[in-house]
């Protein structure tokens, strides 16, 4: 079983940055594959990031690509997600996930963190 708790999320501006952090406790960090989700008001969710359990190897959701920065620190057991100028369609309950490396699904989420981006 693995804890995932996010924080960081808040109202700003369009054009600030935020740093989200997701902090995870149960199982050993390093085998989890990592990932950020967000969601929307009467939106599916929608992936935003992932990175493999030693930081590696990075993917991004086009919509994200050069604004947003995903990374980890494994010794703090912490995700990162830099989100850097932010626009009013980024505004949504933004989630981390774990994925063991052994499986294809993430199987542990937190309980989401509002980023709420006025214009």
């Known amino acids: 079983q693995v804890q995932l708790v996010e924080s960081g999320g808040g109202l700003v501006q369009a054009g600030d940055s935020v740093r989200l952090s997701c902090v995870a406790s149960?199982?050993?960090?390093?085998?989890?594959?990592m990932g950020w989700f967000r969601q929307a008001p009467g939106k599916e969710r929608e992936f935003i990031a992932r990175i493999s359990g030693i930081g590696y190897s990075t993917y991004y959701a086009e919509s994200v690509k050069g604004r947003f920065t995903i990374s980890r620190d494994n010794a703090k057991n912490t995700v990162y997600l830099q989100m850097n100028s932010l626009k009013p369609e980024d505004t949504a309950v933004y989630y981390c996930a774990a994925r063991p490396l052994t499986e294809s699904e993430y199987a542990y989420w937190g309980q989401g963190t509002q980023v709420t981006v006025s214009s």
């Open positions: 149960g199982r050993t960090f390093s085998s989890f594959g």
